[in-house]
């Protein structure tokens, strides 16, 4: 079976590693932010940073959160610059996932070792009302 998005999901993540490479590991999560958007940007990718997104409990607004990054309005880049992923980090993203009409997101750590993860949370399993 293929995976959702597995074209997208498989060039944005040479994008990652072509950014890793370059920069290394040290920085500030916003310097790998913005080198992320720029090449995925001189790379044909449409990308939004920081885009805001609601979060509805019941239909009632109870807050928001801003994504990193969002490409071709299809999937979620979640930043980190951490030592390694943890679990909290891939809670994070499946919640964003479920706070959206997205379903594929992608959690990329620039660490002192490259390594990301991939989640999915498909529209059909989302029991909300849904933001546009």
Do not use: W
Not at 30 to 47: A, C, D, H, P, T
Request: with cysteine.
């Amino acid at each position: 079976m293929e995976l959702l998005h597995k074209t997208l999901t498989d060039s944005i993540l040479k994008v990652y590693f072509d950014v890793y490479n370059e920069l290394g590991y040290g920085f500030l999560e916003k310097v790998y932010q913005n080198s992320m958007y720029l090449e995925l940007k001189s790379r044909g990718f449409y990308v939004e940073a920081q885009k805001q997104i609601k979060v509805n409990y019941k239909g009632i607004e109870v807050g928001e959160y801003y994504a990193d990054l969002i490409v071709n309005e299809k999937v979620i880049l979640e930043l980190k610059a951490a030592e390694c992923i943890v679990e909290d980090f891939e809670y994070q993203l499946i919640n964003y996932l479920k706070a959206t009409n997205m379903e594929v997101g992608l959690l990329l750590n620039f660490g002192k070792k490259p390594e990301f993860r991939s989640k999915i949370f498909e529209n059909n399993r989302k029991n909300f009302i849904k933001n546009p």
